[in-house]
């Protein structure tokens, strides 16, 4: 063994396992360390780790893996609707149906990093979909994890159709924290939003930054392309970037709504908080052969690495 190999340095590297469900697992490993895990169920990332091995995604205790439920932690991806405004069941199917791998996607834009090692996810409607939902999409996503061990997910939605269609999406990140009382956010201060609790009525937020007290299920409008969620407990701070989805869905179900989900700890809302790139307030509408592109890229870094270090305006 080399003085690397030693120091836990390794090959990036891909490799298919399987659940305790017999449903396959892709695992992404970067040189130094960091790790990521999607499953084909939901085409959900369930697992982000930076290179020391620490979990920075939350996962509840009482997920349930197993289709038609989605699973409840990591990175559910809400499409074609968020939320329940729509004819569809709650944030839409693609989070409940099985994905595949796919070998040869279509290349991305020129220019585009795609990280150290990546994996492509494809899903295609079922015809049990197309009664629901009846338009022909592909959508595509890749998850790669850069050498630092950024997690970056690309979204490409395809109409395949002969006519157009409109959706609306999230990434519905559930990061781990320390403990929610220790989170804050910073990025969102000033921006309209529109409240869930209260009939999607519309606010202006107040605060200098969000921090968390209570139940809080807000759609952020025209949010910036870099936010950052500091933890003071774990003095972590994560750097959540997006492109091509202009709301940014901030969820924290807090004490009385937990006892009512049941796939989800009662106390478990203290060491969760979902902070979403999501296209919300105003769906996206493709056209017969157009395709759309949405991006998220997740790093979590000391908290001493300031934001004010970040330039909102860089493109990722
Ligand atoms: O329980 P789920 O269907 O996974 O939804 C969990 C949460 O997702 C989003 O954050 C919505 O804004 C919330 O209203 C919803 O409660």
Redesign the pocket.
């Known amino acids: 063994m080399g003085p690397s190999a030693a120091l836990g340095d390794q090959r990036a590297s891909m490799e298919v396992v399987k659940d305790w469900n017999g449903i396959d697992q892709v695992v992404l490993r970067a040189p130094r360390g960091a790790s990521a895990r999607a499953s084909l169920h939901g085409g959900q990332v369930i697992s982000w780790r930076n290179g020391r091995g620490e979990e920075l995604l939350f996962t509840s205790s009482k997920a349930i893996f197993r289709p038609p439920k989605?699973i409840r932690g990591g990175i559910p991806l809400c499409f074609p609707q968020f939320?329940n405004c729509g004819s569809l069941e709650?944030?839409g199917f693609a989070r409940n149906r099985m994905w595949v791998v796919e070998d040869d996607p279509p290349r991305l834009r020129t220019g585009e990093s795609t990280g150290c090692v990546s994996v492509d996810l494809l899903l295609r409607p079922s015809e049990e979909d197309l009664k629901c939902w009846p338009h022909c999409f592909e959508f595509r996503l890749r998850v790669s994890l850069g050498a630092d061990g950024d997690l970056s997910m690309i979204s490409r939605i395809r109409n395949v159709d002969g006519k157009k269609f409109t959706f609306s999406f999230a990434y519905?990140t559930y990061l781990s924290v320390s403990d929610i009382s220790e989170v804050r956010i910073e990025g969102l201060e000033t921006l309209d939003y529109l409240d869930?609790l209260c009939n999607r009525e519309r606010f202006t937020e107040q605060e200098d930054a969000i921090t968390f007290e209570s139940e809080v299920?807000r759609v952020y409008l025209g949010s910036p392309d870099v936010v950052a969620v500091l933890d003071h407990g774990k003095k972590q701070t994560f750097i959540i970037k997006k492109e091509g989805l202009p709301d940014t869905?901030v969820?924290n179900?807090w004490e009385k709504k937990s006892k009512s989900?049941v796939d989800f700890g009662d106390d478990e809302y203290k060491q969760m908080l979902?902070v979403d790139g999501a296209a919300v307030e105003r769906p996206i509408t493709l056209r017969p052969g157009e395709e759309w592109t949405g991006r998220l890229e997740l790093s979590a870094v000391p908290s001493s690495f300031c934001i004010k270090n970040l330039d909102p305006t860089r493109s990722i």
Do not use: E, F, L, S
């Open positions: 989605a939320g709650q944030h519905h869930n299920d869905v969820w179900p989900i979902c």
